[in-house]
């Protein structure tokens, strides 16, 4: 479907909460983040920039529209 043809346009980012492969402590990030993001607790990186969207090393386990 188009996007003139759509009601509402719903955005492509969004905030995305990810489960750190190493520990399992969870991190809310950004699906477009420019930084890399690291786990709180162990230092690990769980998100890596792409020039877009990011490269997500953990799990996803919940997205925040």
Same mark, same amino acid.
């Given at each position: 479907?188009?996007?003139?043809? !759509?009601?509402?346009?719903? =955005?492509?980012?969004?905030?995305? !909460?990810?489960? /750190?492969?190493? /520990? &399992? #402590?969870?991190?809310?990030?950004?699906? $477009? #983040? @420019? @930084?890399?993001?690291?786990?709180?607790? /162990? +230092?690990?990186? %769980? *998100? +890596? =920039? @792409? &020039? &877009?969207? %990011?490269? %997500? $090393?953990? *799990?996803?386990?919940?997205?925040?529209?």
């Amino acid at each position: 479907m188009k996007k003139e043809r !759509q009601l509402f346009v719903r =955005p492509r980012s969004a905030f995305l !909460q990810v489960k /750190c492969g190493k /520990c &399992g #402590a969870e991190r809310v990030v950004y699906s $477009n #983040a @420019t @930084t890399p993001v690291k786990c709180e607790v /162990c +230092e690990e990186v %769980i *998100a +890596e =920039p @792409t &020039g &877009g969207r %990011i490269k %997500i $090393n953990g *799990a996803v386990s919940r997205r925040m529209d």
